[in-house]
């Protein structure tokens, strides 16, 4: 007793002793706001009329013009320099200004590099102006041709690096990974284009120059250069346009074949493999067009002599609704068993089984039939495009689809990554098997391992073909005497991937349907689809959602929660939701003070006890509401928030928004990992509030914007994520297997240009 007694006074004392580390918050004030009372603008002197000026000729005027108002605004500094005052600020930005007015780009291009080797820049426009020379057209090439020399430099390093890495435990395997990675560069380079993609931008950029200035000092050296990069692109054009001609001769696809053939020989004129293209694909479509040509002929003999009046009575039949044509189908046979149309009467009887109701007969049928050997059957060909089809013959196609599944199942297990066949390098087949023989003998040696992780293993592609015959099977045949095979492997699939909508439609579909299972799934399913809602970012599709779970769902646990959730959001839900983070704020004083927002000090100066914003901020929610978030009365950051509603003027709010996109462009300037998203309904909603519309904007849930400014410190942590200066990276790597370990330096490849898709 008196040991439960001494826990119980301990417990108490603990929990005391945690509430006090938490001082309580205080009441939160009558307003957030206090903004300058007014804001006022100084008298022009002789500094602003100068800039007055300059703005006025860059305009309007001439280059002399601003050259002239320029040095009035160097003399105005040299005045305040020798006085011992504070320069206007303004020299910087009006020499990029007075720059800006010359003719040439090149000529602002060499004054911009000018006034970014002085040392007093402004920290904004030397951010501007270093990305605005790092755009220049020969500058961008220079860099794709150092990255094309950087990736031939790091394929190089990388392939002899790794394998004399790996090989520190195990310095007799040294010799056979280096010899099997020289191989593999070898082949790798052997199969390279003879223009790659950067050297294809870098092409581009060196047109584009060329074109624009022709008579640059520079183009006489780029010309020669641009002759051979065109050769080459030539060349690679040529040499992937064989590649689709090639496979698709391989396919069948003769008319594919000849277009790309063709196009290979207009790239390169008179090229010897395009020609013998071209003529194979030439010759094979000709064979096809005269195979056309005959089956479109009227036979030499007519087929009916032999019975004609059996070849009518059977025409008659298959055109009256209820025609005996099984009655006629079997008179036909009966006269000339293997005459001309013995194959149209059994084509016949096959249909007749179909309309009777016997589908595993009909499909007996026809495959015999299609199966027929006879080069004169004319209804074989018709026989195995209906087999063939996988909309009409569903259970042949899931019985295929289901057996080549198994088949690379099994090839999985003993091949590895390797089942789907040796990866396409564009190199004769024999040579391909070389050089990829030592890396299949060991995943071979792997597949015990696979063999016994096969019952959990992931299904492969394949499966998902499987999947497809199977819902078409039932769709076609729901209550066929195979229907339960194909939806038991159905449900399985579907119970592996955990859909578990998919595996209660199968359950409740079933004839001999378990309710207590069907229940269960239910649940699940819905839980499933209340999961997707909540992931949902668009609310006027999420309130749809929860309504529709209620309507599918009606007594489940889900729809019950889904619609606590919905009446929760409604009575939160405003018509915008742009939110200012308390770190954002802390991070940006000019957006929290007299000339932005307005904030209290005593908001963000980390004494909950004179009332502190919550970490959720200030948000912004639509015309000129604000909400601001207190603390909660345990000053506890994770409790939830007090909210106050609150109303800023029209001139107020303008003066927030536009200091708020000026200040948060200005850090993605100087900072890249301060980058601003891009939320077009809150550029929308900010346009509107600077306009003094914000009354007015628009309130349809799809105009809401959800969109939260966050500080550098709640968005990369302590440590801020950079990219290293280093130009590789070391890589360890062990297999408990072998008992080997390794580690070997990897050298960075240059990443790929945002616009690179144009060049593929």
């Not at 239910?522 to 209340?530: D, M, S, V």
């Not at 890249?672 to 904007?697: I, K, T």
């Amino acid at each position: 007793m008196t040991a439960s007694r001494n826990s119980r006074v301990l417990a108490a004392a603990l929990a005391a002793l945690l509430c006090g580390c938490l001082s309580p918050a205080g009441v939160p004030p009558d307003t957030a706001f206090h903004p300058a009372d007014h804001v006022s603008v100084p008298t022009p002197d002789a500094a602003d009329r100068t800039a007055s000026a300059l703005a006025r000729a860059a305009l309007v005027g001439t280059h002399a013009d601003t050259e002239r108002a320029l040095r009035n605004m160097r003399a105005i500094d040299t005045v305040l320099y020798s006085a011992d005052e504070r320069p206007t600020g303004m020299f910087d930005i009006s020499t990029d200004l007075t720059n800006s007015t010359l003719d040439d780009d090149r000529e602002y291009q060499r004054a911009s590099l000018a006034l970014l080797a002085r040392d007093d820049v402004d920290p904004l426009l030397r951010a501007r102006l270093e990305r605005f020379t790092a755009n220049d057209t020969l500058v961008l090439a220079d860099d794709r041709m150092h990255d094309a020399m950087l990736i031939e430099v790091a394929r190089a390093f990388n392939t002899l690096a790794e394998p004399l890495g790996k090989s520190i435990t195990s310095a007799q395997m040294a010799p056979y990974r280096l010899g099997r990675a020289i191989v593999n560069y070898v082949s790798e380079i052997y199969t390279l284009e003879p223009l790659p993609l950067r050297k294809r931008q870098a092409l581009a950029l060196w047109h584009e120059f060329l074109e624009r200035h022709p008579d640059a000092p520079e183009a006489e050296e780029l010309e020669p250069r641009v002759e051979r990069a065109n050769h080459k692109l030539q060349l690679t054009w040529r040499n992937r346009a064989l590649q689709v001609a090639e496979r698709a001769l391989e396919m069948g696809r003769v008319r594919l074949a000849l277009v790309y053939a063709d196009r290979a020989l207009r790239t390169v004129p008179e090229d010897r493999r395009a020609s013998e293209l071209r003529d194979e694909a030439a010759r094979r479509l000709v064979a096809v067009r005269e195979q056309q040509r005959r089956s479109l002929e009227n036979p030499a003999d007519d087929p009916t002599r032999h019975a004609p009046l059996e070849a009518r009575d059977m025409a008659v039949a298959l055109l009256l609704p209820d025609g005996a044509i099984r009655e006629g189908a079997a008179r036909l046979l009966q006269v000339d068993p293997h005459g001309p149309l013995a194959d149209e009467a059994r084509f016949i009887m096959a249909i007749a089984l179909g309309e009777d109701g016997d589908e595993a007969g009909m499909w007996a049928a026809l495959e015999e039939l299609a199966d027929d050997e006879n080069a004169d059957s004319n209804m074989r060909r018709h026989a195995l495009a209906i087999t063939t089809n996988p909309y009409l013959n569903t259970w042949r196609a899931f019985e295929e689809a289901r057996s080549h599944d198994r088949w690379q199942r099994f090839k999985w297990v003993w091949l590895g990554p390797f089942f789907q066949g040796l990866p396409d390098r564009g190199m004769p087949g024999p040579l391909e098997w070389l050089v990829d023989a030592p890396a299949l003998v060991e995943h071979v040696g792997g597949t015990p391992m696979r063999l016994i992780n096969l019952p959990w293993a992931e299904a492969l592609p394949s499966a998902r073909i499987v999947a497809t015959a199977a819902r078409n099977h039932l769709a076609h045949e729901p209550e066929g005497t195979r229907a339960d095979v194909a939806r038991d492997w159905l449900e399985d699939y579907e119970h592996g991937r955990q859909n578990w909508a998919a595996v209660l439609q199968l359950r409740e579909d079933r004839p001999d349907a378990d309710l207590a299972e069907i229940a269960e799934f239910r649940e699940l399913a819905a839980e499933q689809y209340l999961q997707a809602a909540l992931r949902e970012s668009n609310i006027a599709l999420r309130l749809g959602m929860y309504k529709e779970i209620g309507r599918i769902y009606p007594d489940s646990d889900a729809s019950r929660a889904a619609g606590a959730v919905a009446r929760a959001e409604v009575d939160e839900a405003t018509a915008q939701h742009i939110r200012l983070s308390r770190g954002f704020l802390l991070e940006n004083p000019d957006v929290a003070g007299p000339l932005g927002l307005g904030l209290s000090p005593e908001l963000l100066d980390g004494d909950s006890t004179n009332a502190e914003l919550h970490p959720e901020g200030v948000t912004l929610v639509g015309s000129r509401f604000v909400r601001v978030s207190y603390l909660a009365p345990h000053g506890d950051d994770e409790q939830e928030a007090r909210r106050v509603m609150e109303v800023l003027e029209q001139e107020h709010l303008a003066r927030v928004v536009s200091l708020l996109e000026e200040h948060t462009f200005h850090n993605m300037l100087l900072d890249p990992l301060e980058e601003v998203g891009v939320d077009a309904r809150r550029d929308v909603f900010f346009e509107r509030a600077r306009l003094g519309m914000a009354e007015d904007s628009d309130t349809r849930p799809g105009s809401i914007s959800n969109y939260t400014y966050k500080g550098v410190r709640e968005r990369y942590g302590i440590v801020r994520h950079r990219e290293s200066i280093l130009p590789f990276e070391l890589v360890f790597q062990g297999s408990l297997s072998s008992l080997s370990l390794g580690a070997f330096p990897r050298l960075h490849t240059p990443r790929e240009t945002p616009d690179a898709f144009l060049y593929r």
